[in-house]
């Protein structure tokens, strides 16, 4: 198993691809806490690991809260003894209306959920990870946060916001052994793309816009996510990799 001994803090970890992510690692051995504003979606991921045999801890968290964040990373150290893997995966999207009929409230809630998030999720957990001798940390981004779609103001700003985060992380606390990387994903059938399926018009298009054709699935994402936490990704940093079935090219 990969991540024997290890601590992961997923955050988002109660739906899609967070819940995805948070099974892929327990499923090989690493105790998972997974952090969310929905309880009851948190704790079923942790019911789900640990019906399996798996470790993992529910921590009601708002990743856009300095001080539940920081609740969330002692827990962690205290519940499981360190922390060696963090994935800031958290997010909304925006209502989608063209940037002049966007509110400014709605404009900071995106950016502060969605970048601030990501700020914080990286600033206190460096220390952890530092103390246990380095480790991985995975920011969700997103195929709009490589290229601009109409309506998606905030959400496009957010997440191509996190592309550079991730890359100013990684150049800062490589020195200690520590790889910070994004995930860029296309259209992934969860929660938050379901406003999409029920559009008539528009998904036909949507749903096939990448050299697959055809929507991904949280799984596939959770693969890309696990593979960037181990070993195998050992030398690389800094980077967003698209797992978007080709969306980015399309
Ligand atoms: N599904 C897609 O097509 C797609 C594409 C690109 C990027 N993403 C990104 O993937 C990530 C996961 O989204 P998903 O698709 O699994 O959607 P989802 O809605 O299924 O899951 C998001 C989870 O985050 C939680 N959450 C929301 N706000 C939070 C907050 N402030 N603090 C803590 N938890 C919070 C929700 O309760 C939910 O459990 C997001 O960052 C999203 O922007 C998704």
């Known amino acids: 198993m990969k991540f024997t001994g290890k601590t992961a803090i997923v955050t988002g970890g109660g739906s899609g691809i967070g819940r995805a992510s948070a099974l892929r690692f327990a499923k090989e051995g690493a105790a998972v806490v997974v952090a969310d504003v929905n309880s009851i979606a948190g ?112 959400y496009n700003a957010s997440k191509a916001g996190v592309v550079v985060l991730t890359q100013n992380a990684a150049l800062e606390y490589g020195k200690y052994s520590i790889r910070v990387n994004a995930i860029a994903p296309g259209v992934i059938d969860t929660n938050i793309i379901q406003g999409w399926k029920q559009n008539d018009r528009k998904w036909p298009i949507i749903s096939k816009a990448n050299a697959l054709g055809r929507i991904g699935t949280p799984d596939e994402v959770a693969n890309a996510i696990v593979f960037l936490a181990s070993e195998e990704a050992s030398f690389i940093t800094g980077a967003t990799l698209s797992v978007d079935g080709g969306g980015l090219t399309f």
């Open 43 to 154: 704790e079923e991921t942790v019911n789900f690991i640990q019906a399996t045999g798996g470790k993992a801890i529910f921590v009601y968290a708002d990743v856009a809260n300095s001080k539940q964040i920081q609740e969330l990373i002692s827990t962690t150290v205290s519940t499981f003894g360190g922390l060696h893997i963090l994935c800031n995966n958290a997010g909304i999207g925006n209502s989608e209306v063209r940037s002049v009929d966007l509110s400014e409230e709605e404009w900071d809630q995106v950016i502060d959920i969605n970048l601030k998030g990501v700020f914080l999720g990286i600033k206190y957990a460096i220390p952890e990870l530092i103390k246990a001798g380095g480790g991985a940390i995975i920011n969700t981004s997103s195929l709009l946060g490589l290229k601009g779609q109409k309506y998606m103001s905030a």
